[in-house]
């Protein structure tokens, strides 16, 4: 059964910066493909950054150059650290798992079929 806990989210001044953590449970962290994704108010859930079991990355434009995903294996813990936030980062940031061995990186739904519970970060001055 799977479990990831998510924590890190809160509130930052623009240009401030934050880090999520998702810490997930069971043996598989090794050989799957894990993802951030976030929800603004009124707006459909847009993939963030992807991380694959060979370390490929895709990041969305948005937040390239201010984002960084990385993991842990020792912690089976993946990472996304904002920096330079902007107003447009507020939303609410899910973590999510690929349960299928070595799958590739991308920004989309459709291949997570694990999330955890969401965080809210907020941007404002």
């Known amino acids: 059964q799977f479990r990831l806990v998510v924590s890190g989210g809160g509130l930052v001044q623009p240009g401030g910066a934050l880090i999520l953590s998702c810490e997930a449970s069971?043996?598989?962290?090794?050989?799957?493909?894990y993802g951030w994704f976030r929800q603004a108010r009124g707006k459909e859930r847009e993939g963030v950054n992807c991380i694959s079991v060979s370390d490929e990355i895709e990041i969305a434009d948005s937040v390239k150059g201010r984002f960084t995903i990385s993991k842990d294996h020792a912690k089976n813990t993946v990472f996304l650290q904002m920096t330079n936030l902007k107003l447009e980062d507020t939303g609410i940031y899910y973590c999510?798992?690929?349960?299928?061995?070595?799958?590739?990186?991308?920004?989309?739904?459709?291949?997570?079929?694990?999330w955890g519970q969401g965080t809210q970060v907020t941007v404002s001055a």
């Open positions: 999510a798992e690929d349960s299928d061995f070595y799958n590739y990186c991308e920004n989309v739904e459709a291949p997570f079929d694990h």
């Open positions: 069971g043996a598989a962290f090794d050989y799957l493909t």
